[in-house]
């Protein structure tokens, strides 16, 4: 994702502590322009990067899909040079078993290689529309309009990165054993109607991490900070430690 993808969320949450976003490595302003290194283990280690850059001894750590992904590896990996005090998983995954019906995969081996601007506009218009649910499309038809635009206006969103991160770097995943380790306050948020990733993920991962805090959307998609804005109240209520 891009650091411009969370522009109504980030001022919620900004009311009450610093936030920081950013562009995931290959995309928006990252200087990566080789898409070998985007690896998970270099995605994880750039977040952890940040916070000794910016001397942070102590964060909080939201992560949506793929950043949710990131976010649970880091939690895991039990650094100690800082102290995770919550962790919000949303709509995240367990292992590459649990994926839904959303047929990137076929829309991907549709385009050429790599597709023409066409192909990469239509494809990212399919692919974005579908991580909203089709209600929301019918019932929000300026928001999903105004969605759509902020996706195609995202600086450097460029289908080489897209492969790297969301093909080859999460093609064999299984975070089971260490969603088990993680002992930071969590907050998981999912919703029921994500077609990318179900929401059995979400309530295995409330199961797999001790203590943590379950809330599923029954008319959540996958972009749940879009289909169901209210979250951005949760985790903020979380994030303050209630």
């Known amino acids: 994702m891009l650091?411009?993808?969370w522009g109504d969320v980030v001022p919620h949450l900004a009311k009450?502590?610093?936030v920081l976003t950013y562009d995931n490595r290959g995309m928006g302003e990252s200087s990566v322009v080789n898409d070998s290194l985007i690896t998970m283990s270099n995605m994880v280690n750039d977040i952890h990067h940040l916070t000794q850059h910016l001397a942070w001894k102590r964060i909080n750590l939201?992560?949506?899909s793929m950043g949710a992904m990131i976010s649970q590896s880091l939690a895991a990996t039990h650094p100690t040079d800082f102290i995770l005090e919550n962790l919000v998983l949303i709509s995240s995954s367990v292992n590459n078993s649990l994926t839904g019906p959303l047929p990137a995969g076929q829309w991907i081996d549709e385009m050429h290689k790599p597709p023409t601007a066409t192909e990469w506009y239509n494809f990212q218009d399919k692919l974005f529309s579908a991580c909203l649910t089709p209600e929301y499309i019918r019932d929000h038809p300026q928001e999903t309009k105004a969605y759509l635009e902020l996706i195609h206006a995202g600086k450097n969103r460029n289908y080489g990165a897209f492969i790297a991160q969301c093909v080859t770097a999460l093609f064999h995943y299984d975070y089971t054993e260490a969603?088990?380790?993680?002992?930071?306050?969590?907050?998981?948020l999912h919703g029921a109607k994500d077609i990318g990733q179900p929401p059995q993920n979400g309530r295995a991962i409330h199961a797999l991490i001790r203590g943590s805090t379950y809330i599923e959307y029954p008319n959540g998609g996958h972009i749940l900070y879009q289909t169901n804005p209210e979250i951005t109240g949760e985790i903020s209520?979380?994030?303050s430690g209630h």
């Open 62 to 64: 939201a992560g949506l």
């Open 3 to 5: 650091q411009s993808d």
């Open 16 to 18: 009450d502590r610093p």
């Open 237 to 239: 209520k979380f994030f």
């Open 179 to 188: 969603l088990k380790t993680i002992t930071t306050r969590t907050l998981v």
